[in-house]
């Protein structure tokens, strides 16, 4: 019972008039209502009303979890199946008991004492209807738990695939910058070494200008006097 100290709804059943008012609905009925099951195959597409089909399965003699049980299994809502138990529920309530009013007095015997018809009491009938609807809303309440203990688990499962794709990215991140470094090094390396290739040539450059600088002058004059030597010898021969 202590279920529904805390629970509050805003939209109360219709009451019944003779009996108190019912027990607040759990705030899972305030939601929208459930997905519906696929039909089952040989079981017709449109639904009986929920009030019918549990009249019927207490006509079978099936507890109320076996009913709750059957009736999820063929696509009825949760509240469908609340308001339908509720309201078989009130159909078999007994009527409050009559109270017969007493005899006229005879007159040479005493009145008879008046006896109202003994029935089940009020509090009986609106016991045992909170008793099926706690019932209910227990079981409602376990099957939302586990499904959002299900979603916690895929939500943790979730994260820790993303942490590992970021770890992944960041080691990747990190070969890169390696590769990168590297690279660099290996062209400030290639640049040192052109610059000093070009820096050797230069130098070898000048010295063959130094060479050509002391010996050009010797071979121009030996070749002046070669010239001279061949103008004489044609002179002579003519």
Known sequence: MALFDFMKKKDEFEQIPGLPPLPPLPPEFQQAEEPQMPPIPGMPSQLPPAHDAVAQMRAQGMQNQDIVNSMR?????????????????????????????????MPAAPPPPTRPVIGPSKEDVVTLLTEDIQQIAESIIEEKWAKA??????????????????????????????????????????????????????????????????????????????????????????
């Open 149 to 238: 203990k299900k979603d916690f688990v895929d939500v943790d499962k979730f994260k820790e695939d993303v942490d590992d794709r970021l770890g992944k990215i960041e080691e990747l991140i990190s070969g890169l910058q390696q590769r990168m470094d590297g690279l660099e090094k290996s062209i400030f390396g290639k640049v040192e070494e052109y610059g000093k290739g070009m820096s050797d040539v230069s130098t070898e450059l000048k010295a063959m200008q130094r060479v050509f600088s002391t010996i050009l002058p010797q071979f121009t004059s030996n070749i002046k006097e070669l010239q001279g030597f061949v103008d004489d010898k044609k002179k002579k021969k003519k």
């Open 73 to 105: 299994a063929q696509g009825y809502p949760s509240t469908d199946i609340l308001s339908g138990m509720q309201a078989q529920q009130m159909r078999q309530a007994p009527p409050p008991p009559i109270q017969y009013p007493a005899l006229p007095p």
